[in-house]
């Protein structure tokens, strides 16, 4: 990824259907691990944006992933399906450990783990976040945090509506 050697392969497709079947997929770790999942879609239809499938797939399960390894004894994440002006959203939250304010930003740099003595034993590189954050980029989109110690966290990836690579349309 960091060589630019990730090539990925855009195309127009329904957010809601990408996030649908990545839930299925990850189904087996979620339940393995005792967990449940509120799905929470868009009450007006979402456009489609143009995306890699996989890579944002990826990026999701990603957060799904850090859901569960981080969510200490609550076994509930939710994930909401929005638009917030030009972008379509995909929101991970979970009510676990939370993420000190200090430690919000340095959470997407590589190999970076948050320092809570209730993650001592949470198995990981430290590259997850980074890897989303990369992913999002690449789509011209942006990964955001919310987080209060002992409460959870949110993390939103925003998707533009825009097609963000089509040439400019030339003015007559």
Same mark, same amino acid.
Request: overall charge negative; hydrophobic content about 40%.
């Given at each position: ?29 979620? #339940?393995? !691990?005792?967990?449940? /999942?509120? &799905?929470? %879609? ?7 944006? *143009?995306? @890699? $499938? ?18 200490? #004894?609550? !076994?509930?994440?939710? /994930?909401? &399906?929005? %638009? ?7 929101? *991970?939250? @979970? $009510? ?77």
């Amino acid at each position: 990824i960091e060589s630019g050697q990730k090539t990925y392969k855009f195309e127009q497709t329904d957010i809601e259907q990408v996030v649908i079947d990545t839930l299925r997929t990850f189904e087996v770790v979620l #339940e393995q !691990n005792g967990f449940s /999942v509120n &799905l929470e %879609r868009s009450q007006q239809p979402l456009p489609s944006v *143009v995306i @890699d $499938q996989e890579a944002i797939a990826q990026a999701f399960i990603n957060l799904l992933d850090n859901a569960v390894k981080y969510s200490g #004894e609550a !076994n509930e994440i939710n /994930v909401t &399906l929005g %638009r917030q002006n030009d972008f379509v959203t995909i929101a *991970v939250r @979970d $009510q676990g450990i939370g993420i000190a304010s200090e430690e919000r930003d340095k959470v997407f740099e590589k190999f970076y783990r948050v320092g809570n003595v209730l993650v001592h034993d949470v198995k990981g590189s430290g590259l997850g976040l980074s890897i989303v954050k990369h992913i999002v980029e690449a789509h011209k989109g942006k990964v955001t945090v919310e987080s209060t110690p002992g409460k959870g966290s949110t993390f939103s990836i925003q998707l533009p509506i825009e097609t963000p690579f089509a040439a400019p349309l030339a003015k007559a």
